[in-house]
C-alpha cells in the first residue's frame, strides 16, 4: 500500500484544483481515457497539460476529463463548468461503477454518460446543460489530495480535503472514494464502496450501491458512517500511547431495516482530542492528519499547513 498526493498548496480557480486532483490520481495508476480543453476534444486523453486557461488548460468553461481507475473497473468524469475563483467558478463530478462512460456524445464542451449506471455525484443538468456547485465560500482554498497506488479489495481509494488558509477548519470542498475493509462486506458485493462530494463538511452520510450487478441494484444516497465509542475525548492506548481511532461502520436502509455495508480503510472517527494540524503514524505508509471529527488519508511525512 502507498500514497500520493498534492497536499498544503493553496488553489484560488476551479480548474487549477480540477488540474490537480486528475494529475494525483494519474500519478496513483489511473488512465486518462478522453479529454477536452473546453475547445478542442481529444479521445485520447491527451488534451489537458495545465490547470491554467487557454490552450491545453482545464480552467477553461466546460473542459473536462474522463479517467479509469487502475483495475479497469470504475470511472469518472470531472468537469470545469464554469471559470473562476473558488468560490465563482463550478465543477461537475459523475462516476460510473463498471459499465463506463462510452455513451453520449462526447465533445468539446460535452462529457460522455454511461447510460447502466452513472451517478452524478456533484452538480447537476445534463450532459448538454451541465450545472456546477462552487468548491469554497472563499476565493482560496488550500486542498489535500491524496490516492492510494495499491487496491482495496479492487477498490482504488482517494479523498480531497478543503481548509480555510490561514485556520484548522475544514472548509469548502470534500471528496473520497472510501473502500471497504475485506472480511468486513458480503463477498458477493462487487461495489464495496461509498463516495461523497460536496462542497460541505462531511456529515456523515454518503452514497454507494447496494446489490450492483443483481436484479436488486440499486443506488442509495443514505449511506451512513456511525463512529462507535470514538468521540475524540479518548486517552492514549496505555500499552503503547498512541492514539486510537475507528474506522467509520458503513450502513443503508432497505426495506426499513438497517443493513450493514461494511467497515472502511481510510476515514476513521477521532478517538483522541486531537485538533489540525496533528497527524497519526506520520512516518508509515497509512499516515492520517486530524481535521474536525476525523482522521482523513495522509501522505508520509506530511504535515499538514495551517499557515
Known amino acids: 500500500m502507498a500514497r500520493v498526493g498534492n497536499q498544503n498548496n493553496i488553489f484560488s480557480t476551479t480548474g ?17 481515457i478522453s479529454d477536452s480543453d473546453g475547445t478542442t476534444y481529444n479521445a485520447a486523453g491527451t488534451q489537458i497539460t495545465h490547470g491554467g486557461s487557454g490552450a491545453n488548460g482545464f ?6 476529463c474522463r479517467l479509469r481507475d487502475p483495475g479497469g473497473r470504475r470511472e469518472i468524469t470531472l468537469q470545469n463548468v464554469a471559470t473562476g475563483n473558488m468560490n465563482a ?5 459523475k462516476m460510473s461503477e463498471s459499465a463506463g462512460f462510452v455513451n453520449g456524445s462526447p465533445a468539446a464542451t460535452v462529457t460522455p454518460s454511461a447510460t447502466a449506471d452513472e451517478q452524478v455525484l456533484a452538480g447537476g443538468g445534463t450532459d448538454a446543460s451541465p450545472t456546477g456547485i462552487n468548491m469554497a465560500s472563499t ?13 482495496v479489495g479492487g477498490v482504488y481509494p482517494f479523498q ?16 473520497f472514494c472510501e473502500a471497504m475493509a475485506p472480511g468486513s462486506y458480503d463477498s458477493l458485493d462487487v461495489s464495496p464502496c461509498v463516495w461523497y462530494a460536496a462542497n460541505s463538511t462531511f456529515s456523515g452520510t454518503a452514497s454507494g450501491w447496494i446489490a450492483y450487478g443483481t436484479g436488486s441494484q ?46 472502511g480503510t481510510n476515514i476513521a472517527a477521532k478517538g483522541p482530542p486531537r485538533t489540525h494540524p496533528a497527524t497519526a503514524n506520520l512516518a508509515s505508509a497509512t499516515s492520517f492528519f486530524y481535521l474536525g471529527n476525523y482522521c482523513y488519508m495522509n501522505t508520509t511525512g506530511t504535515v499538514p499547513s495551517v499557515s
Do not use: C
Not at 89 to 93: A, I, K, L, T
Not at 219 to 237: L, P
Open 218 to 263: 440499486a443506488w442509495s444516497t443514505g449511506m451512513t458512517a456511525a463512529s462507535g465509542i470514538y468521540n475524540g475525548a479518548m486517552g492514549v492506548d496505555p500499552l503503547n500511547s498512541k492514539d486510537v481511532n475507528g474506522f467509520m461502520q458503513w450502513s443503508y436502509t432497505l426495506t426499513a431495516t438497517t443493513r450493514a455495508k461494511g467497515i
Open 89 to 93: 467558478g463550478s465543477w461537475r463530478f
Open 59 to 64: 480552467a477553461n468553461t466546460r473542459a473536462w
Open 16 to 32: 487549477s484544483a480540477l488540474f490537480a486532483w486528475r494529475s494525483v490520481l494519474v500519478s496513483a495508476g489511473w488512465s486518462s
Open 139 to 151: 476565493t482560496t482554498l488550500r486542498l489535500h489530495i491524496v490516492a492510494e497506488t495499491s487496491g
Open 160 to 175: 480531497i480535503e478543503g481548509v480555510t488558509v490561514g485556520s484548522a477548519t475544514q472548509s469548502g470542498i470534500q471528496v
